[in-house]
């Protein structure tokens, strides 16, 4: 309905830094606007911080979303796997904290991760930030599905956000069904990071239809409640349908 509305100004070119909708989603993540910047899609930010960093080694899990190492590619980047195990149950471990040394210009980690679903958790999230840090990295921690858990305010990142090492990937495409609309931000307390990233493509990144969409969106509370109970109904039947595959 917000983006039939918002078709009479289809004519005229969109707010290019979203200042209306930045403020709102600031209000909503508690972070303050200058620390957002929405893109077309999560994957946008994700190639556009590629872009303007320019990273020359990078860490990333495996499995993991596959546009990390393809965006990576695009900038010439040497991309490093870090291998999940079937003995740990594919979750993240202290040995990812190794794995970071000197050379690694960024860490890329999906948080719970995709496709595995598993989580890591807050204290070790830290710990790797810490490391990254320490050597000059830059973390990108997506969160892009962390909204689906009923218990997400406690394990997000953002409390970390004073580092400016580190940038959380955030997104409307999954949690509120609208991947068509193409609407993602990112947070980050580096404002020259944000601006290089802003820089990186075109300038007119999120339509005034998505713009009017995501503002809609930050409404539906009563919607994402009945996502995340359908999602505690479905959870079980799924994983009892795959172990009964084998």
Same mark, same amino acid.
């Given at each position: 309905?917000?983006?039939?509305?918002?078709? @009479?100004?289809?004519? #005229?070119?969109?707010?290019?830094?979203? #200042?209306?909708?930045?403020?709102?989603?600031?209000?909503?993540?508690?972070?303050?606007?200058?620390?957002?910047?929405?893109?077309?899609?999560?994957?946008?930010?994700?190639?556009?911080?590629?872009?303007?960093?320019?990273?020359?080694?990078?860490?990333?899990? @495996?499995?993991?979303?596959?546009?990390?190492?393809?965006?990576?590619?695009?900038?010439?980047?040497?991309?490093? #796997?870090?291998?999940?195990?079937?003995?740990?149950?594919?979750?993240?471990?202290?040995?990812?904290?190794?794995?970071?040394?000197?050379?690694?210009?960024?860490?890329?980690?999906?948080?719970?991760?995709?496709?595995?679903?598993?989580?890591? +958790? +807050? @204290?070790?999230?830290?710990?790797?930030?810490?490391?990254?840090?320490?050597?000059?990295?830059?973390?990108?921690?997506?969160?892009?599905?962390?909204?689906?858990?009923?218990?997400?305010?406690?394990?997000?990142?953002?409390?970390?956000?004073?580092?400016?090492?580190?940038?959380?990937?955030?997104?409307?495409?999954?949690?509120?069904?609208?991947?068509?609309?193409?609407?993602?931000?990112?947070?980050?307390?580096?404002?020259?990071?944000?601006?290089?990233?802003?820089?990186?493509?075109?300038?007119?990144?999120?339509?005034?239809?998505?713009?009017?969409?995501?503002?809609?969106?930050?409404?539906?509370?009563?919607?994402?409640?009945?996502?995340? @109970?359908?999602?505690?109904?479905?959870? +079980? #039947?799924?994983?009892?349908?795959?172990?009964?595959?084998?």
């Amino acid at each position: 309905e917000a983006i039939r509305e918002s078709l @009479a100004e289809a004519d #005229r070119y969109p707010d290019p830094l979203g #200042r209306t909708l930045r403020a709102a989603r600031s209000r909503a993540e508690g972070v303050p606007p200058e620390q957002i910047l929405c893109g077309n899609g999560a994957a946008d930010r994700i190639f556009r911080l590629v872009w303007a960093a320019k990273p020359r080694r990078a860490l990333v899990t @495996a499995p993991t979303f596959a546009e990390y190492a393809a965006a990576l590619d695009t900038a010439g980047c040497e991309v490093k #796997r870090f291998f999940l195990g079937e003995a740990e149950d594919f979750a993240v471990t202290d040995a990812l904290v190794d794995a970071v040394d000197e050379s690694t210009d960024m860490v890329f980690l999906c948080q719970p991760n995709n496709p595995t679903g598993q989580l890591t +958790p +807050p @204290a070790l999230v830290a710990r790797i930030l810490e490391k990254c840090t320490a050597c000059g990295a830059l973390l990108l921690l997506d969160e892009c599905f962390l909204d689906f858990l009923p218990d997400h305010a406690s394990l997000t990142a953002k409390p970390l956000l004073g580092s400016g090492n580190l940038l959380i990937l955030k997104a409307f495409t999954k949690l509120y069904g609208m991947a068509g609309v193409r609407l993602g931000y990112a947070l980050s307390a580096d404002p020259a990071l944000l601006d290089a990233m802003g820089a990186a493509g075109q300038p007119w990144g999120v339509s005034s239809l998505a713009q009017a969409a995501g503002l809609a969106a930050l409404d539906e509370s009563a919607y994402v409640d009945r996502v995340r @109970a359908l999602l505690a109904q479905q959870r +079980p #039947r799924l994983t009892a349908g795959l172990r009964a595959l084998g």
